[in-house]
Structure formats: structure tokens, C-alpha cells
């Protein structure tokens, strides 16, 4: 069974930038049928997603934050990564790293999730 | 913009009565439509996809019908397991609009 664990600092100060990276265990990122994503959760909200990677270099973006994101993967370590810069306080929020499932198009593995703290 | 909008915002029920929950969204999803639900200090997990194929282990209790723009979560009888947050996500459109859950129902013990 697939398990994902999300790693990065709690705390960004503002206008700086955040990295958060998603190791993947328990089965290959290099499988065509998924793409991997980084979703995040406001307290309160429904969660909102981010930004997706495919192991071959395919990504897609959140257009409300498509110039701030760049999300990579690194087949190697079996792990991808989200950088997201200028953080203001409204990126504070819980990261969840996640598999979505492209034959149905949901997530089906969700990592437990960091949460995001913005302060200087 | 695709937006999903859920119903009630919180619905109490007593355990072992019918729990009904509402997801509308403002594009025709055909039965582009999950659900998952989400426990305090937990990531979502996967409960139903294509509006109504409920996923592994999802007990028989679960149950989603629905498509277009209406589609409604039933839980048969309200076990205390149950108390939780339960999200709608939208697919219809990704690549490369984005996929949208709604804000949510909680559901309570009464």
C-alpha cells in the first residue's frame, strides 16, 4: 500500500519561500496512471488543490497561484516537491501531498498532511 | 468558475437513523463527482467516486446517486464512526481547470 509523508519547515516568514517535499513509499511514482499533488486546507474549508506532476515532467497549476508554484519530481528518490514563493499569510494552511488516481480522477492516498505557519 | 456548493453546513442525526447530504455545482458535472470524508486531525479519504461507485473498504452503509449538477451522499443508518466532515470534488474539467471540492457538511451525533 502506497504511503506518502510530507517534510518541510512549519514556520515561513513572509515574502519568503516555502518548500515542502512529498516521499513517496510503498510503490513507484514512475506509474503512468498517477499524478501527484500537493493540496492544502485552510481552516475550516474545503481543501484546495495546488498543483500536480506526472513522473514524466507533466505538470498543471492552481491558476490563482500558477506564478507563485513550481512543483517537481525526482523519480530517483521516489519523491516530488513544491516550491511556492512571496508566502503571505494567506498560504498559511496544512499541505497535503496526495495520488490522484488519472483512470478516476480522485485522490486515493493522502499523506497526513504539515501544516504551514506565515510569520515573521 | 466552477463552483460546488454543499448543504447543510451541519446536520445533526441521531445514530442509527438516515444521514442525507447535498452537493450542487454550477456546471453540468455529468457524474464527474467524489466524496470523501475527513475526521478531525486527518487527511480526506476516498468514500465514493463517479457519483455513486463507492471506493475499497467504503462500507455498504455509504451510498451517493446524483449527476448533473445535483448529487446527495446517504449514510443508511449513522454509526458513531461517522462524525466527521464530508467533502463533494468535482472532476469534469481537469486538465487543466482545476478539480474543486466543496466546503463541506459536518455531520453530528444528535
Known amino acids: 500500500q502506497v504511503q506518502l509523508q510530507e517534510s518541510g519547515p512549519g514556520l515561513v516568514r513572509p515574502s519568503q519561500t516555502l518548500s515542502l517535499t512529498c516521499t513517496v513509499s510503498?510503490?513507484?511514482?514512475?506509474?503512468?496512471?498517477?499524478?501527484w499533488n500537493w493540496i492544502r486546507q485552510h481552516p475550516g474549508k474545503g481543501p484546495e488543490w495546488v498543483a500536480s506532476i506526472h513522473y514524466t515532467g507533466t505538470t498543471h497549476y492552481n491558476p490563482s497561484l500558477e506564478s507563485r508554484l513550481t512543483i517537481s519530481v525526482d523519480t530517483s528518490k521516489n519523491r516530488f516537491s513544491l516550491r511556492l514563493t512571496s508566502v503571505t499569510a494567506a498560504d498559511a494552511a496544512v499541505y497535503y501531498c496526495?495520488?490522484?488516481?488519472?483512470?478516476?480522477?480522485?485522490?486515493?492516498?493522502w499523506g497526513l498532511g504539515t501544516r504551514v505557519t506565515v510569520s515573521s | 468558475e466552477m463552483v460546488m456548493t454543499q448543504s447543510p453546513a451541519t446536520l445533526s442525526v441521531s445514530p442509527g437513523e438516515r444521514a442525507t447530504l447535498s452537493c450542487r455545482a454550477s456546471?453540468?458535472?455529468?457524474?464527474?463527482l467524489a466524496w470523501y470524508q475527513q475526521k478531525p486531525g486527518q487527511a480526506p479519504r476516498l468514500l465514493i467516486y463517479?457519483?455513486?461507485t463507492r471506493a475499497t473498504g467504503v462500507p455498504a452503509r455509504f451510498s451517493g446517486s446524483g449527476s448533473g449538477t445535483e448529487f446527495t451522499l446517504t449514510i443508511s443508518s449513522l454509526q458513531s464512526e461517522d462524525i466527521a466532515v464530508y467533502y463533494c470534488?468535482?472532476?469534469?474539467?481537469?486538465?487543466?481547470?482545476?478539480?474543486?471540492f466543496g466546503p463541506g457538511t459536518k455531520v453530528a451525533i444528535k
Open positions: 463517479d457519483a455513486s
Open positions: 496526495a495520488r490522484l488516481d488519472f483512470d478516476k480522477y480522485v485522490y486515493d492516498s
Open positions: 510503498g510503490g513507484a511514482i514512475s506509474v503512468n496512471d498517477y499524478y
Open positions: 456546471e453540468n458535472l455529468a457524474r464527474n
Open positions: 470534488q468535482q472532476y469534469n474539467n481537469w486538465p487543466p481547470r482545476g478539480i474543486t
